[in-house]
């Protein structure tokens, strides 16, 4: 095993990915007003106060919401989830991730956003969704990269978004 290699099977061993638990919302918290202004800008527009923050921390324990985090000792370095939409006869869901900028590059999106897809096929989704900026390359390639397909884009405010979706055979 030459030295790259120790390097990357010690940040394997050094992340751990779980679900959220209520004694994680500080440190959620936390983590959302640690983003850089860029993050929080693709995040929730301009403009992302410790409300927004605490906001977007508390809807991860919302019921129809699951949310996994990623976390590097002990601090939560990336989360994503997915929101139940209904009705229909096709159990869907609407998918978000973010990771911090100082943990970018190294694999965590990938890995967190692959758990997370098995998770929901675990509960029942048969199609996920999502609205990506379609400026925001890193987004949509790492999408792409687990099978998101992007379709029609749609106008939000100032912004186009694709529209992304992933479907699980029966
Ligand atoms: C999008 C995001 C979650 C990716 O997380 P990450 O940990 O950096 O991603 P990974 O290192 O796991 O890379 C996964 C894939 O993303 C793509 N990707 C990652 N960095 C990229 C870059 N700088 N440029 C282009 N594509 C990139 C690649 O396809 C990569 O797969 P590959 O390494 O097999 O080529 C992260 O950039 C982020 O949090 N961005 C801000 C929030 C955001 O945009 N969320 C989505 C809103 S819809």
Request: net charge positive; hydrophobic share 40%.
């Amino acid at each position: 095993m030459n030295i790259l290699q120790k390097v990357s099977s010690l940040e394997k061993e050094a992340f751990k990915i779980r679900e959220i638990a209520q004694r994680d919302k500080e440190k959620l918290i936390e983590f959302f007003l640690s983003l850089s202004d860029e993050t929080k800008y693709i995040l929730n527009g301009s403009g992302f106060t410790f409300q927004d923050a605490t906001g977007y921390a508390e809807s991860a324990f919302h019921p129809l919401t699951r949310s996994l985090i990623v976390e590097i000792s002990g601090k939560i370095v990336g989360e994503a989830r997915y929101v139940f939409i209904f009705p229909g006869i096709t159990i869907m869901a609407e998918v978000g991730i973010v990771i911090h900028e100082s943990f970018q590059g190294k694999g965590l999106g990938k890995k967190l956003l692959m758990k997370l897809i098995k998770d929901g096929i675990k509960m029942g989704v048969r199609k996920f969704q999502l609205y990506v900026d379609v400026n925001n390359k890193k987004a949509i390639n790492l999408y792409k990269s687990v099978g998101f397909k992007a379709n029609e884009t749609i106008l939000d405010g100032d912004r186009t978004l694709y529209y992304m979706t992933l479907y699980i055979p029966r």
